[in-house]
């Protein structure tokens, strides 16, 4: 068998990633989730005004991906309709779901109208999925999973690696392969939302932050993605740390990512969304830049230690050495790797 290709996902130019929270609703209550009511707005969308924003950013000439995420985003009575209109704008569409398929989804929608399916499981079985997402939901998750790859969805599945399953994600490998799953989307925990509620409220952040180390990390992460490559997946992961001498880049400035919310808030980096620094608004479906404190003005600011919004929000991932200078710098959370 040929070494599977590896690279290192740039963002590549011209590309646009469209991440459209439609609702923030949702019936699990994960013990990671990032969603901030406060922040991001409570209500869900109606369809009209779905569409209208999907319009804003469609932009046919180029390539567009665009992500319909939550909340649990098939909560929405009429996604399957909203996945129509955004395909007749040229969109590639992914749902990112919990596995739930609420109203039927798998009905009401044709595997030749939507690009990918993707489950989010934290675990590679119920003692450990479950203690993270919720009791019972490695079996609905699983079990929906199985009947998308049937029915003829390409599928695909998330898992956010933290302390509680790092030492379990090997396992989604043969499990993955055996349902028939295409791609394999590591993601790494971030501390906001409930994980970021969770450090506060136990006092000493070091020792309970849901966080891996970096040595830990990189013992685990590239090893388990290059078993997954050849065992046929498509595996993708952040690169978190720059090797040395890699350049570092912030997607804010070179590329195209959209993260919209139901209160109308646009960002353009996922790390800023618990701050009201979103670089535009929706206001009356015109699409606003905002005056003030934005974090575009956060996005040229050069630092030794990589990106500066992880240095503001979680200095603790940062390792210096005895100069006091940064072991590794931390990349931009949008840059990925990927192997096949
Ligand atoms: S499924 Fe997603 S939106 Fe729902 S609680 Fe879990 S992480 Fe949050
Ligand atoms: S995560 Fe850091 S590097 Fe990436 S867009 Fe945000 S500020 Fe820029």
Redesign the pocket.
């Known amino acids: 068998m040929s070494n599977p290709t590896s690279r290192t996902v740039g963002f590549k130019a011209g590309e646009r990633n469209i991440f459209f929270h439609i609702l923030t609703a949702c019936n699990l209550s994960c013990r990671h989730c990032y969603i901030n009511a406060s922040q991001h707005g409570e209500q869900t969308l109606s369809r009209q005004t779905i569409e209208s924003w999907l319009r804003l950013f469609a932009d046919p000439a180029r390539k567009s991906n665009l992500v319909f995420l939550g909340g649990e985003p098939t909560l929405h009575p009429e996604l399957s309709q909203c996945i129509t209109a955004a395909k007749k704008l040229n969109y590639a569409v992914t749902v990112d779901s919990n596995g739930y398929l609420f109203h039927d989804f798998l009905e009401r929608i044709s595997p030749e109208e939507l690009d990918y399916l993707s489950f989010s499981l934290d675990g590679p079985d119920a003692s450990v999925n479950d203690p993270i997402r919720g009791k019972g939901v490695f079996d609905v998750c699983l079990g929906n999973m199985k009947k998308a790859v049937a029915a003829g969805f390409q599928v695909s599945v998330i898992y956010t690696v933290s302390k509680a399953n790092i030492d379990h994600l090997h396992r989604m490998v043969p499990l993955l392969t055996e349902i028939g799953v295409k791609r394999f989307f590591i993601q790494v925990i971030g501390l906001r939302g409930e994980s970021a509620v969770s450090a506060q409220k136990s006092g000493d952040e070091r020792q309970e932050t849901p966080q891996v180390s970096r040595d830990k990390w990189l013992e685990v992460v590239p090893e388990v993605a290059e078993m997954g490559a050849r065992a046929g997946l498509h595996v993708t992961y952040p690169k978190v740390f720059l090797d040395k001498g890699e350049p ?6 070179v590329a195209e ?1 959209y993260f919209i919310f139901p209160n109308g808030r646009v960002y ?5 969304e618990d701050y009201a620094l979103h670089t535009y608004t929706i206001e009356d479906g015109e699409l606003i830049p905002r005056k003030g404190l934005t ?1 575009k003005m ?2 040229p600011l050069k630092i030794e230690e ?5 240095r503001l929000l979680q200095p603790d991932t940062i390792e210096y050495d005895d100069s006091g200078r940064p072991v590794a710098r931390i ?5 990925k790797k990927e192997i096949y």
Request: hydrophobic share 35%; charged share 10%.
């Open positions: 570092f880049e912030c997607a804010g400035e990512n353009q980096c996922p790390l800023c974090e956060l996005f990589g990106c500066v919004m992880n990349s931009c959370c949008l840059l």
